[in-house]
């Protein structure tokens, strides 16, 4: 069975007074099987953002179903929706989303306490995550005392930790120096042959040249697809190269 079903997905926005409505999705349908490493690409306004909204059960489709490991998201209440995320769903976005007035340590535990989690479980969880990512001898500094590939390491910590189904990733080189994004995009690659599920929307062809799949989102709906195979990191950012210039020069799928 599939981890995560998108059927006929469809979003409209409405404008304030209602004068006229804008589609950002229109017939999204597409699966992520379990251990699968997917990014999602397309000029800004494609309506990839809503798409990820959407997964996250930050926004609801207009028409359409989202089925996580079969269970459909639209059917969960308003007051459970909290935990569920929690409970199958680890975030990494762009500007890290750390709260600075928190060590590093107390940022990974966040959604363990709201969970109601006890310190020793939550320590014990922690330690071999913050060891396969390199920031175990940073845990008691703050946000603002480490680098920006420290703190995304650090999100990817908290991402993790809740033992998610499926991470989502916003754009997660986008505020990356060089060096950092290609630690980052290792890393990624490391978790992912250890059995994470991986989803990220990016603008980067380097950083879609990592995923084993590409979608290509082009006026709300999926235009194409790439595998990987047996391709190289370098063979994939070429034929996304490719692809990405005939999505813009108008080419069919």
Same mark, same amino acid.
Do not use: C
């Given at each position: 069975? %599939?981890?995560?079903?998108?059927?006929?997905?469809?979003?409209?926005? #409405?404008?304030?007074?209602?004068?006229?409505?804008?589609?950002?999705?229109? $017939?999204?349908?597409? +699966? /992520?099987?379990?251990?699968? @490493?997917?990014?999602?690409?397309?000029?800004?306004? %494609?309506?990839?953002? #809503?798409?990820?909204?959407?997964?996250?059960?930050?926004?609801?489709?207009?028409?359409?179903? /989202?089925?996580?490991?079969?269970? *459909?998201?639209? #059917?969960?209440? *308003?007051?459970?929706?909290?935990?569920?995320?929690?409970?199958?769903?680890?975030?990494?976005?762009?500007?890290?989303?750390?709260?600075?007035?928190? %060590?590093?340590? *107390?940022?990974? @535990?966040?959604?363990?306490?709201?969970?109601?989690?006890?310190?020793?479980?939550?320590? =014990?969880?922690?330690?071999?995550?913050?060891?396969?990512?390199?920031?175990?001898?940073?845990?008691?500094?703050?946000? @603002?005392? /480490?680098?920006?590939?420290?703190?995304?390491?650090?999100?990817?910590?908290?991402?993790?930790?809740?033992?998610?189904?499926?991470?989502?990733?916003?754009?997660?080189?986008?505020?990356? $120096?060089?060096?950092? +994004?290609?630690?980052?995009?290792?890393?990624?690659?490391?978790?992912?042959?250890?059995?994470?599920?991986?989803?990220?929307?990016?603008?980067?062809? =380097?950083?879609?040249?990592?995923?084993?799949? /590409?979608?290509?989102?082009?006026?709300?709906?999926?235009?194409?697809?790439?595998?990987?195979?047996?391709?190289?990191?370098?063979?994939?950012?070429?034929?996304?190269?490719? #692809?990405?210039?005939?999505?813009?020069?108008?080419? $069919?799928?």
């Amino acid at each position: 069975m %599939s981890l995560l079903d998108v059927k006929n997905v469809k979003k409209i926005y #409405t404008t304030r007074f209602g004068g006229s409505q804008v589609q950002a999705l229109r $017939d999204v349908t597409f +699966s /992520v099987e379990p251990r699968e @490493y997917v990014a999602i690409m397309g000029e800004s306004g %494609s309506g990839k953002t #809503t798409l990820l909204n959407i997964l996250a059960s930050l926004d609801k489709p207009t028409g359409g179903k /989202v089925y996580l490991k079969g269970r *459909d998201l639209s #059917t969960i209440r *308003d007051r459970e929706m909290a935990a569920f995320r929690r409970q199958n769903l680890g975030f990494v976005f762009q500007d890290f989303n750390l709260l600075d007035t928190f %060590s590093l340590e *107390d940022n990974i @535990y966040l959604p363990l306490v709201l969970a109601g989690k006890k310190h020793e479980e939550m320590s =014990k969880k922690l330690m071999p995550i913050a060891e396969t990512l390199g920031i175990t001898a940073l845990l008691k500094k703050f946000p @603002y005392e /480490v680098s920006g590939g420290q703190k995304q390491r650090t999100a990817v910590a908290r991402a993790l930790i809740t033992s998610p189904q499926l991470i989502l990733a916003d754009e997660p080189t986008g505020a990356l $120096d060089s060096r950092a +994004s290609d630690d980052l995009l290792e890393l990624f690659t490391k978790i992912n042959q250890e059995g994470q599920t991986i989803l990220m929307v990016t603008h980067s062809v =380097k950083a879609a040249s990592h995923a084993k799949r /590409v979608l290509f989102i082009k006026d709300g709906e999926v235009f194409h697809q790439l595998y990987r195979g047996n391709m190289t990191n370098e063979e994939m950012y070429q034929r996304i190269a490719e #692809t990405l210039t005939v999505l813009s020069t108008g080419g $069919d799928r």
